[in-house]
């Protein structure tokens, strides 16, 4: 049985791996669990005590789970036992892979047409079920001809990769016409899978450390990184 642990506001499933998460809360015997999973990191937190609107998001997503170091942390000293980090593009890879299993149609939302083209390329190869794809250059215009296009293909499940928080809201959006779907928010997931952007050495993975690659390489994210000492600030203060 999954536990969930409050941090911050946001109730966040606790498991001991990426596929137990599957097992317990995306995938049964008849397919998906209909829903939608959010991968939570203390910007996300910070963000949710600064804007009512992100913290309906979390509070209303059926699947919240710890993509950042800071919230596993926070979880396992909570409950007294480890809670593993789930990366979401490792979650969201596992995903695709399970998928095959039961052929469960598959869409794929967002990025460049260059990047999801070639992201449903390699899933089709290994073969995922993939029925639809389509980037993410679309104007609010065109959001709902974007919903009837992802309705119309038989999705059971739709990655959405548009970034934070337009992702979370057009899922919100997207699951009005789609109630038995499962919707998941993979932000810059597929440039990462296509190779188009270099993901951080395993040994930084391993040392909960990714974080601080991504910084190192893209510097304009120092401002982003500020909220990790907020996150630490309001944790040793017992505000989250």
Known sequence: MTKKVNVGGVDIIACPSINELIDSSILNSDGVIPGMAIAVNPEKIIAAKNDPNVMSILQ??????????????????????????????????????RSI????????LGA?????????????????NVVGFKNGYFTKEQQQSVIAEIVSSGAKIVSVALGSPRQEL?????????????????G???????????????FFRRMNLEWLYRLSSQPSRLFRQSNLLKYIYLYFFGKI
């Open 60 to 97: 209303n997503a059926t699947v919240c789970y710890p993509d950042g170091v800071g919230v596993s942390y926070v979880m396992s000293k909570r409950i007294g036992s480890k809670v593993a980090r789930i990366p979401g593009c490792e979650l969201w890879e596992c995903l695709m892979s």
């Open 101 to 108: 299993e039961n052929n469960i149609p598959v869409y794929l």
């Open 112 to 128: 460049s047409q260059n990047t999801v083209a070639q992201t449903h390329e390699k899933l089709t190869a290994l073969g995922v």
């Open 170 to 186: 057009f899922i919100f959006e997207c699951m009005k016409h789609a109630p038995h779907t499962f919707f998941m928010g993979v």
């Open 188 to 202: 810059g997931t597929y440039d990462v899978y296509t190779g188009n952007v270099k993901r951080a050495p395993k």
